[in-house]
């Protein structure tokens, strides 16, 4: 009796990569990527600013709340530059200085809300959207000169 031929092996078919053909986000999408980005920054930046400020506090200088402040206004600052600068940088075609702002004001609104929630309301708060809105604008205005025409 004769042995059966081996059976012809299976291949898979492999899909030519043709590019993304996926939708370009929209702008508004952009914007919650945007204030994601700058929380994920934004919080580890917190926590260096709060050891400096400790130090700070442990000081009888003149003015150190001021530095204090300075030194969290800083953090936050720089967070919100990241954040724009990811959103003008790897944003799609027509996302640009606004969206980066939107993003800083949307996260400044995010955490303006929780501190009321946690601390009771405070004109001080208010202080977040003062520093985040620009710095995230500035932030979206160096990655659109980043990004490759």
Known sequence: MPSPSPAPKRRLTVLKDTGDESAPRRPWQWVGFGALAIFTAWIPLAGLAGAAASRLGESALAGAE?????VYAVA?????????FLVGRWGTAG????????????????????????????????????????????GGRFGLRARRP
């Open 66 to 70: 001021a530095a204090i402040v300075a």
């Open 76 to 84: 936050l600052g720089l967070g919100a530059a990241l954040g724009g």
């Open 95 to 138: 996302v640009g200085l606004r969206e980066a702002a939107l993003a800083g004001l949307g996260a400044s609104a995010v955490a303006i809300v929780a501190t009321w929630v946690s601390f009771g309301l405070s004109a001080g708060a208010l202080l977040v959207a003062a520093v985040a809105t620009p710095m995230a604008a500035a």
